[in-house]
């Protein structure tokens, strides 16, 4: 099911709600509360962000290193009304930038408001199309949300899910709705797949100089993310903005099993 109509709104269902995070509202709540208290603040913490770098898999995996990120938005939490939330397409194959049509995203702890006016500027520019499909059963969007219910009073939500998109693309994207401090820009990615722990180590931290260099050269072998986080360096030259890594592990620190990992980073964007 692609959405759910109630009364003349359509709703996005939660779709990895028991799988890749709580399912039960309260034990959500109280695992993203753990999370968030775990986490170990790093770099200038009180530097506010206006975009962040985050991994997607179940938060028994990658979790606590979401959290540091998620924490840096503590301070700041009251300014923020608006995030542009990236990720790749899991499941469907697509080419370019894909926004759902619903009205709404759900996730046990609530609805989350579309942000319909973002929406309908990207439409105009021809920058970003619409695809349920894309969005039915994509998890990189949707476990960031508990997250940013967690942390932010009320905010609009613009989920995109990326293909096939050249980095300036995205970079023109995210120009289009920048705007200022009221808007925060998500970038939803993991590193590097099923290598052996040392393997891991040495691509992610490769991955990593990339990042606080700001190239945006990565392939998908790096990050499965990639496309949205070259778009973001694009933008982060252009603008100026300070990267800082926040944290970095993978799934053979957090889940035990280090002959086939996952790797995972965080990092904070900001102004200088």
């Excluded at 709600?17 to 959500?28: H, I, K, R, S």
């Excluded at 932010?152 to 705007?179: H, M, Y």
């Amino acid at each position: 099911m692609l959405s759910l109509v109630t009364g003349k709104s359509s709703v996005r269902p939660a779709a990895v709600a028991g799988v890749f995070y709580p399912q039960d509202a309260a034990e959500l709540r109280d695992t993203v509360l753990h999370l968030l208290g775990d986490a170990v603040p790093h770099g200038a913490a009180h530097a506010r962000p206006k975009a962040l770098i985050v991994p997607h898999a179940g938060y028994a995996y990658s979790g606590m290193v979401a959290a540091s990120a998620y924490r840096r938005l503590r301070e700041s939490c009251e300014s923020i009304r608006n995030v542009v939330l990236i990720g790749p397409s899991h499941r469907v194959p697509m080419r370019g930038l894909a926004m759902p049509s619903v009205d709404a995203f759900e996730t046990p702890l609530g609805e989350i408001p579309i942000d319909r006016v973002a929406r309908q500027r990207l439409r105009e520019l021809g920058l970003a199309g619409i695809s349920d499909a894309a969005h039915a059963v994509e998890h990189s969007l949707e476990v960031q949300l508990p997250f940013l219910q967690m942390v932010l009073p009320a905010f609009d939500l613009l989920p995109i899910a990326t293909g096939l998109a050249p980095p300036a693309q995205v970079a023109r994207v995210l120009e289009a709705i920048w705007d200022g401090p009221s808007t925060l820009i998500v970038v939803s990615s993991d590193l590097s797949h099923y290598h052996t722990n040392a393997e891991a180590r040495q691509l992610d931290d490769q991955t990593r100089d990339s990042i606080l260099a700001r190239r945006g050269d990565l392939s998908d072998g790096q990050a499965c993310g990639s496309c949205g986080i070259n778009g973001l360096m694009d933008v982060a030259r252009h603008e100026g903005l300070v990267v800082e890594l926040l944290d970095q592990r993978n799934s053979g620190d957090t889940a035990g099993d280090r002959s086939r990992v996952v790797g995972y980073g965080s990092y904070a964007l900001h102004a200088a």
